[in-house]
């Protein structure tokens, strides 16, 4: 008998083997699942528009006129633009504000600062559509409906990211920073040289989040803005319905473009995020 065999006794056996074999199954199917509605997606979006909707293992009548048809037809290429603008916005100012704020709170000692982190913490059982209409009465009353400024503004930090940074942070050695002061380091320095290089786990796994959250963004782009012109790709998806018709090809080619950079950007920064998400959740 192998020494594994002896420290975990049923290790190798019959019934190990059965469980390895159905949970294998099981992660199949549920990845076959996950699959499914983006490989329909790619292949409604490559067909036309008459047979988009039929599930079918290959484009029927294999095309790109959907893509040409929204480019053309639609400002498709502004509601792009209008998309990465606000995502790329928001996800640099969440990026700079929370990691700033979670190292403020997991590194320097001051009066009132275990209470204003439960502050931070506690916003984020207030549900988003309840803060709705004051947002919009806020930005309204500012002259930012309709405008980029509006879409940005009120989500340039969330509690997510800074409970997320103030718990990275709070798990680093403090004396990588007494030992950065001792060479000659100021505060800033000792931010941006010792700790934040250390956080880029949790960094990406913001950036991720956020890029995420904002991408999808529904409810406040089409509450504020007013005409076409300044839809992100989400508004856009839901005002390409018709009255009496869908044009599914269409559709299905803007909600490829739409989730085509969350593919790319989770692919690039997947190790950091598995690593952030780890290393967070383990520290208090």
């Not at 839809?231 to 319905?241: G, Q």
């Not at 599914?248 to 950091?272: R, T």
Request: glycine fraction near 8%.
């Amino acid at each position: 008998m192998s020494r594994r065999n002896q420290e975990y006794p049923g290790y190798g056996g019959t019934a190990y083997q059965l469980q390895r074999k159905l949970l294998v199954a099981f992660t199949i199917l549920f990845g076959v699942f996950l699959i499914l509605p983006l490989f329909w997606m790619v292949n409604g979006s490559l067909s036309t528009n008459a047979t988009a909707r039929e599930i079918i293992f290959s484009p029927s009548g294999f095309t790109f006129e959907n893509y040409i048809r929204v480019f053309q037809e639609y400002p498709a290429e502004r509601w792009l633009l209008n998309s990465i603008i606000v995502a790329v916005a928001v996800t640099l100012f969440n990026v700079v504000f929370d990691t700033l704020a979670g190292y403020s709170l997991a590194r320097f000692d001051y009066r009132g600062r275990e209470k204003l982190f439960l502050l931070f913490v506690s916003t984020m059982m207030v549900p988003t559509m309840v803060l709705l209409v004051p947002l919009y009465l806020i930005i309204a009353n500012l002259g930012l409906t309709n405008t980029h400024l509006g879409l940005i503004i009120v989500f340039v930090a969330n509690p997510f990211g800074i409970f997320l940074l103030r718990q990275h942070f709070k798990g680093m050695p403090a004396s990588l920073g007494e030992a950065a002061r001792m060479d000659g380091c100021n505060e800033l320095q000792v931010f941006y040289k010792i700790y934040l290089p250390q956080a880029k786990s949790a960094v990406a796994t913001l950036t991720i989040f956020v890029f995420l959250w904002t991408w999808n963004n529904f409810e406040w782009p089409l509450i504020i803005m007013q005409t076409s012109e300044m839809y992100t790709l989400p508004v856009a998806l839901f005002a390409l319905r018709g009255t009496y018709a869908v044009e599914w090809g269409s559709i299905l080619a803007i909600a490829l473009i739409l989730v085509g950079p969350i593919l790319l950007l989770f692919i690039f920064l997947q190790d950091y995020f598995e690593k952030g998400m780890t290393l967070s959740g383990m520290k208090g």
